[in-house]
């Protein structure tokens, strides 16, 4: 029996709300478990100055922990991040990068910030789950604007937290479990089955190819919830737009 009553297969209760905030032209709360995470995607009309006339757009990520997102205070990060943070926001960017059409988005960047208000375990691993949704509804008001012909979404993308626990692989680790886990592991992947990241490590002693194997098999069947849950989310109309988007690609990879 897990410390919260689940079981191992099981994730923590998810919900992910779309339109949180006023302003952005994408954002979203997302609650996993006693995890909470606002998330943002901003639109800006310029690149980078390393892609300036590549015609290709940008999409990087910022991510921070509120003062009082654990039992004990955070300070405020000023000046410069450190380096948790900043190895994050890399893991945050990069993971979303690799599902957006960057020469079809055009020379715009998007900012995707990512501020956990609470924190339980899983908060990188929400903060992804819960900005593909608001970077979606981005897309959409890009679309809406007619300053895209389509989402530029090659397919679906979440991530979720594995791990051994007294030998047992877990899904969706708590704060608890993930700090006294033999092995813990964060997977990044789409809808679709493929891997975007697999961060992982021993605490203790070394683990075998096959329970890598049923860590990433359990990674799996929680990124197909999550899913359904993104989807719930954006309703059916964005969910037909990314459908005809992933449609669209895969025709191209076919042709080719």
Known sequence: MRLDGRSNNELRPLKITRSYLKYPEGSTHIELGDTRVICTASVEEKVPSFLKGMGQGWITAEYSMMPRSTA?????????????????????????????????????????????I???????????????VALAEALLHLKQNELIDRLPLYDYLSAVSVGLFNSVPML???????????????????????????????????FSRGQMDQLLDLAGAGV?????????????????????????????????
């Open 224 to 256: 197909l919830e999550i899913t359904a849950c993104q989807k719930d989310a954006l309703g059916g109309e964005i969910d037909d737009l990314i459908s005809e988007s992933i449609g669209h690609y895969r025709e191209q990879q076919e042709e080719q």
């Open 118 to 132: 609470q924190a339980d375990g899983g908060t990188r691993t929400a903060a992804i789950s819960g900005v593909y």
């Open 172 to 206: 969706d680790l708590v704060y608890e479990e993930d700090s006294r886990a033999a092995v813990d592991m964060n997977i990044v992947m789409t809808a679709g089955g493929k891997l975007v990241e697999v961060q992982g490590s021993a605490e203790d002693k070394p």
């Open 72 to 116: 004990v205070r955070i300070e405020r990060e000023r000046g410069r991040v450190n380096a948790r943070s900043s190895e994050i926001q890399r893991l945050i960017g990069r993971s979303l990068r690799s599902v957006v059409d960057l020469v079809a988005l055009g020379e715009r960047t998007i900012w995707l910030d990512c501020d956990v």
